[in-house]
């Protein structure tokens, strides 16, 4: 058992070998790439001065993301967090809602609905998604759920409203966005979806992101293309663009030189610099995309002849950008999931488990959940692979 399981280690190291053509030295799960315009357009911004909160990069960057997406207005913020605190409360969250999030994603998800003062609620994964599973929301809300003559729904349990109802496309999968829109529809819930690792992906035709009332995307370091820290949220409703704009713009009234705010506002905006950095990461995403999906085409390829892990490929009826590349081991199984991790740790490969489900966090052990058996098991089943667009760079 002991030398099967060492083994497997190390057949995961050879095809990690293989795809990437790499052999010593390091390589990082996601490394940013700078082949474009990026030294050109941050120079422009020191040469000018141009560097803190105004310039024509940031009004750039939101017209070339809204027309990238087709999201109709993009707003664009200091990360992908500040992006989703600000949609929820413009989607009508408010202390002591609750709101709906997948156990199975990046804590800032949760620690966004606590900004509101809000309540996370845990909702179950779909296992071929990653992502929030439709019809279990259907059937814990058919459970759970009470319709008040204010029109709202609540939680019978808890008393609370529940306001939303955050997406998260997990790696770049699309969630099932149909089933989903179908059940929000039947029970009123605004949708805010987490599209911070999904630029670039599509459900149906539909870039992720423009599907709810608002959506967030993410700019780190470590994303399809970087602002260094950046964010955005998308929306198709004017009014609520120029909402998010104010709040994320310390809510200051326009004068030349008055300081008037007229509510509690955010610190929020990009700085010109960093989308300057993005401006020009943009212009070369189509390129990355074609470039990770090739990579995640020979993962899938060499994948196969592997026993005992299966390559994830995007889910019927989407287009993934394939942000992160995963196995899935077929049952969960801490001890080897961390023995694969050391090994391709010892040849440099840096891979990395999925997080750790937020309803097992301290501080979010307490908030209402359903049953949550498909993302504790998955949490035993996944390793992310390198998956940055450079490695295939010199190839193609
Ligand atoms: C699912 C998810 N939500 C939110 C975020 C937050 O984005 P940021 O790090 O830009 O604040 C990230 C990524 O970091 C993420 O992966």
């Given at each position: ?28 799960l996601h ?140 790696f ?120 990770k999906?090739?990579l995640a085409?020979?993962y ?22 394939y942000w992160l590349n995963a ?57 992310n692979l390198p998956s940055g667009p450079?490695i ?5």
């Amino acid at each position: 058992m002991e030398t099967a399981r060492r083994s497997l280690g190390t057949e995961i190291v050879e095809v990690i070998r293989r795809v990437t053509g790499q052999a010593g030295g390091t390589l990082p799960l996601h490394e940013p790439e700078f082949s474009g315009n990026e030294w050109t357009y941050v120079k422009e911004c020191i040469d000018t001065g141009w560097v803190s909160s105004a310039g024509r990069f940031v009004d750039r960057l939101e017209r070339d993301l809204a027309a990238y997406t087709d999201s109709g207005y993009a707003v664009a913020v200091v990360n992908g967090t500040a992006a989703l605190h600000v949609a929820l409360l413009l989607a009508g969250v408010e202390p002591d809602h609750e709101v709906l999030i997948p156990s199975l994603s990046f804590v800032a998800t949760a620690n966004a609905v606590s900004y509101c003062r809000a309540v996370p609620h845990f909702v179950e994964v779909d296992p071929l998604t990653l992502g929030l599973d439709p019809q279990r929301l259907h059937e814990h809300l058919r459970t759970i759920g009470e319709r008040k003559t204010d029109g709202g729904l609540y939680n019978r349990h808890t008393g609370r409203r529940i306001q939303a109802v955050v997406p998260m496309h997990t790696f770049g999968h699309p969630v099932n966005m149909d089933a989903l829109l179908e059940v929000c529809d039947d029970y009123g819930l605004t949708i805010v979806e987490d599209a911070a690792e999904s630029l670039g992906s599509k459900y149906k035709g539909t870039h992720t992101g423009t599907f709810g009332k608002l959506g967030a995307l993410s700019f780190n370091g470590n994303k399809v293309v970087t602002t260094g820290g950046g964010g955005a949220i998308l929306t198709k409703d004017k009014k609520l663009a120029e909402w998010a704009k104010h709040l994320t713009t310390t809510a200051k009234l326009p004068h030349p030189w008055e300081y008037r705010h007229d509510s509690v506002g955010f610190n929020y905006r990009m700085p010109n610099l960093n989308a300057a950095l993005g401006c020009a990461q943009l212009e070369r995403l189509p390129d990355f995309l074609a470039r990770k999906r090739e990579l995640a085409e020979r993962y899938r390829q060499e994948f196969e002849s592997v026993d005992g892990v299966s390559f994830l490929v995007e889910p019927a009826h989407a287009e993934s950008n394939y942000w992160l590349n995963a196995i899935l081991l077929p049952q969960p199984d801490f001890r080897l999931r961390d023995e694969i991790l050391q090994a391709t740790h010892r040849h440099g490969f840096l891979t990395r488990p999925i997080w750790t489900p937020l309803h097992l966090l301290p501080m979010y052990a307490d908030c209402p959940r359903m049953a949550l058996n498909v993302t504790e098991e998955l949490a035993g089943r996944i390793i992310n692979l390198p998956s940055g667009p450079s490695i295939l760079r010199e190839e193609l």
